[in-house]
């Protein structure tokens, strides 16, 4: 592909985007639209299955071998988030080379993306600013060694039913991604890779049954298979964690690797994942399984990954599944300690990233402190009295429903347990009390007891910033808390937006077969940018202002 015109400025005029900030994850009306979005892909997904669609696409299984008959390989996945993480991680993949911990890594002839490109939901518009838009300022002009895409669909992705990701990733024209060539037919992929390794990428539509036209593409595939070959299987997320929770969420792999792959006598030696975004490795005694959703979402905590796990679960109800073997946790980054620390940031990240949600809970704080006061003051037959202490038991009801179903979304995966009940309802109680305590201190005040409507501006204005900002607090305390349990560590996490500590992996295939898995790590993104210098057309359009210092998140990990 041909240079595109290099900015002047990094205004959105000159980029062709718009850089965007991270996505508030707690803001209410996100929260809102999420969800619905969320309930309708699994209401409707299954009626609006574009993978059925795709039987009529192209089935073309891929080649990759670099000149020197092996191949360098890079994985990124969960990266369509804030610029600033984004792009650090997209800078970091442009490079001609890169040099870590004394490892001289070249730019990858090969790069697969491995779900949720975007977030919080796809759309054409949010895959340019989130996505394409960083990438192509990445890498602007297509390199001599003319690299290639491929892209796992991850459960953002399948927001909008598929539509943006196919005609972003899956098309017959135009088939650059800055200065990357997309190389899929479909929303998954098969490619042969050197030395009788293969790269096999599923579409699993968020854990549902692999459908008929995919299985039927990858019994193509598994027909070119033999006992010499070995397989790196690329998945939406990492169900043989999720499993622990949830039996069947690893189903779906086990009966691919069941059907299609056992048969031929082929091993897969290597399954990776997005979706939960972090690094980590499980090591077994015939595979290894990495999580590397570090790309550009926010951070997910490490410290409460389990140490050692079965895959296949032993309780799952697959009637046919394989043998369960042991998997220990070999390696985690960020590392236990700095995880737990990040956890105890939510009480400042919380209400200085999410300040819609500090603005809905001093809303509601604000109600039903008048409410209470109402009740309290007995004003019986008064205007206050019909206005507010009508509803106090509503807003109460309120209050311990939403807490209670915070500690376990309908729409979140596995099973409910007994801690949810307890965390939820405590949590409930915990803001009735403050509610009661604000109204107890409010009343001591002269507010209330000036003519009507001056109480109800006077709550606005002063009550309900301050209550907010204590009642998002006591929000923190609690994820804290909960997180402790096992519970909520995604809303922990999410609240604060953390952008620091992203990961991605190189991947060296040499040609006598073996396999080389290079985690590099970033412990700090970029957060100043500045034009590039270097005019030549492959050269990033934006330098960190301060340099970028890759490192390995463990040693290199050797697969044979």
Not at 107 to 115: D, S, Y
Not at 284 to 299: N, V
């Amino acid at each position: 592909m041909g240079p595109a015109r290099r900015p002047r400025s990094t205004d959105p005029l000159e980029l062709g985007f718009t850089p965007r900030k991270p996505v508030p994850w707690l803001a209410p009306l996100l929260l809102i639209s999420t969800g619905l979005r969320t309930l309708l892909a699994l209401l409707f997904g299954a009626y609006l299955d574009k993978r059925e669609l795709q039987n009529s696409l192209e089935a073309r299984i891929e080649r990759q071998v670099g000149p020197d008959g092996g191949l360098w390989l890079d994985y990124v996945a969960d990266l369509g988030d804030g610029f600033n993480a984004t792009y650090s991680v997209a800078y970091l993949l442009a490079q001609p080379e890169l040099t870590v911990d004394g490892h001289r890594l070249p730019r990858a002839q090969t790069l697969v993306m491995g779900g949720d490109q975007v977030y919080p939901t796809a759309s054409y518009g949010a895959y340019e600013d989130r996505c394409k838009g960083p990438y192509q300022a990445a890498l602007p002009a297509t390199p001599p060694e003319r690299p290639t895409l491929f892209a796992v669909p991850g459960n953002h992705d399948w927001y909008d039913g598929l539509t943006a990701f196919l005609r972003l990733f899956v098309r017959s024209r135009d088939r650059h991604f800055g200065g990357w060539g997309t190389g899929q037919s479909r929303s998954y992929f098969a490619v042969e890779l050197p030395a009788e390794w293969w790269l096999l990428g599923l579409d699993d539509q968020s854990g549902s049954y692999l459908d008929d036209p995919q299985l039927t593409y990858f019994d193509a595939v598994a027909r070119r298979l033999g006992p010499q070959s070995r397989v790196i299987l690329a998945v939406p997320a990492p169900t043989w964690v999720k499993a622990v929770d949830d039996p069947t969420a690893y189903d779906s792999i086990d009966y691919f690797i069941r059907t299609i792959v056992a048969p031929t006598g082929a091993r897969v030696r290597l399954l990776i994942s997005g979706d939960l975004h972090h690094y980590a490795r499980y090591a077994g005694p015939d595979r290894q399984l990495i999580t590397c959703g570090s790309g550009g979402a926010y951070l997910y905590p490490t410290h409460h990954l389990p140490e050692r796990i079965e895959v296949p679960p032993r309780d799952t109800l697959a009637r046919r599944a394989s043998p369960s073997r042991p998997y220990d946790l070999a390696a985690r980054f960020p590392d236990r300690a700095r995880s737990r620390r990040y956890g105890w940031g939510v009480f400042a990240r919380l209400p200085w990233r999410n300040p819609g949600f500090g603005t809905l809970l001093g809303i509601v704080h604000t109600l039903l402190m008048l409410a209470m006061a109402g009740v309290a003051a007995n004003r019986a037959g008064g205007t206050e009295q019909r206005l507010f202490s009508v509803p106090l038991v509503a807003m109460l009801a309120v209050t311990m429903l939403g807490a209670t179903l915070f500690a376990k979304p309908p729409s979140a995966s596995g099973k409910r347990h007994a801690r949810h009940w307890i965390l939820g309802v405590g949590h409930g109680l915990a803001h009735v009390g403050l509610a009661a305590t604000g109204t107890w201190a409010w009343l001591s005040l002269p507010f209330y007891h000036w003519s009507w409507p001056l109480p109800v501006v006077a709550a606005v204005v002063l009550y309900g910033p301050v209550i907010g900002f204590l009642a998002s607090e006591l929000v923190a305390a609690y994820l804290l808390v909960a997180g402790a349990f096992g519970v909520n560590l995604n809303e922990l996490f999410a609240g604060q937006g953390i952008e620091d500590a992203k990961a991605f992996l190189r991947l060296r295939i040499d040609p006598d077969g073996t396999l080389t898995v290079y985690p590099v790590a970033v412990d700090r993104v970029a957060r100043d940018w500045k034009l590039n210098p270097d005019q030549s057309p492959e050269s990033s359009w934006l330098v960190p202002g301060t340099p970028l210092t890759p490192r390995l998140a463990e040693p290199p990990i050797t697969i044979r």
